[in-house]
């Protein structure tokens, strides 16, 4: 474990519109890693642990991987903390939330973050293997208009992407190949 100062709580949107908490952590050396996220899972573990901005914080990694606040250390809170509220809507799209057991849904069908998500797991290594297809070429493909769906990819142009700053001949071209190497994939890789 190691104790750092918690800065601020991020929300992360899902591929199924699930909203998760993020810790933003001063920088802590931990389990051979520097650590400045952690995940404080929902809203009820929030309240639960009482986790407020400007905390002392104390973070384990879950099964030596995934960094989380495990607890806080209530002498040193700040004298003017507040509880964390959860977000009255999704913080990506400004859609309804609706309320799942612990989580918190975003079910606007039209949320760009839970499509930025969902076209990052279906380009995935064990998906669709598209190689090239990173989050930041996801968000660059998303903010361009040029993906609206997973099946926009299939009908990209190279003068399109190379029209995009940092895309190049080169780049478009792998991507290109990648995307077009994945329609071999099997059925259970799709779906």
């Known amino acids: 474990t190691a104790r750092t100062r918690l800065k601020a709580i991020t929300i992360q949107v899902g591929k199924t519109g699930i909203l998760s908490p993020v810790a933003e952590l001063e920088p802590v050396f931990l389990s051979l890693s520097t650590i400045s996220r952690a995940t404080l899972h929902n809203e009820e573990e929030i309240r639960r642990k009482d986790i407020r901005v400007g905390d002392l914080v104390t973070v384990e990694k879950a099964g030596e991987i995934i960094p989380a606040v495990v607890s806080v250390n209530l002498k040193k809170r700040p004298k003017d903390s ?110």
């Open 82 to 191: 507040k509880p964390i509220r959860p977000p009255p809507q999704c913080p990506v799209c400004s859609g309804p939330l609706r309320k799942e057991e612990v989580f918190l849904r975003c079910t606007s069908r039209d949320c760009v973050g839970q499509l930025k998500r969902r076209l990052q797991h279906f380009a995935h290594r064990g998906a669709m293997d598209i190689e090239g297809m990173g989050p930041k070429t996801v968000e660059q493909l998303l903010d361009a208009g040029l993906l609206k769906n997973s099946a926009d990819l299939y009908a990209l142009q190279k003068e399109s992407l190379v029209a995009l700053e940092r895309f190049g001949e080169k780049k478009a071209d792998n991507l290109l190949a990648s995307i077009e190497a994945s329609k071999g994939n099997t059925l259970e890789a799709f779906v």
